[in-house]
């Protein structure tokens, strides 16, 4: 098992900056890789970035390509999402996620989640 806890969410202004991050624990050798997803309310949850945790390749949504970036702590197998230039459209509950054998965009991939963490962009 692996447990995932997000935190770093807040209320920011647009153009604003924010940092994620999400803390690994349990059988995290395992991890093959390591996302953020978001939903925004009435919305379905959609991919953000990702990170392979062999060999740190990165992943990102366009909508977030130049703004956002994704990297990783070995040590203390956490994940970061630090999030530049935010948008109102950018306000959405965060998740992280976790695949012990595949990385791909789809939520269905995954089989741990943290809880998510709110973010909010006022404009």
């Known amino acids: 098992q692996v447990q995932l806890v997000e935190s770093g969410g807040g209320l920011v202004q647009a153009g604003g900056s924010l940092r994620l991050s999400c803390a690994a624990s349990g059988r995290t050798v395992d991890t093959y890789a390591m996302v953020w997803f978001r939903q925004a309310p009435g919305k379905e949850r959609e991919f953000v970035a990702g990170?392979?945790?062999?060999?740190?390749?990165?992943y990102y949504a366009n909508f977030v390509k130049g703004r956002f970036t994704i990297s990783r702590d070995n040590v203390k197998n956490t994940v970061y999402l630090q999030m530049n230039s935010l948008k109102s459209e950018d306000t959405a509950i965060y998740y992280c996620?976790?695949?012990?054998?595949?990385?791909?965009?789809?939520?269905?991939?995954?089989?741990?989640w943290g809880q998510g963490t709110q973010v909010t962009v006022s404009s």
């Open positions: 996620a976790a695949s012990r054998t595949s990385f791909s965009m789809s939520q269905v991939s995954y089989n741990y």
């Open positions: 990170l392979r945790w062999a060999n740190g390749n990165t």
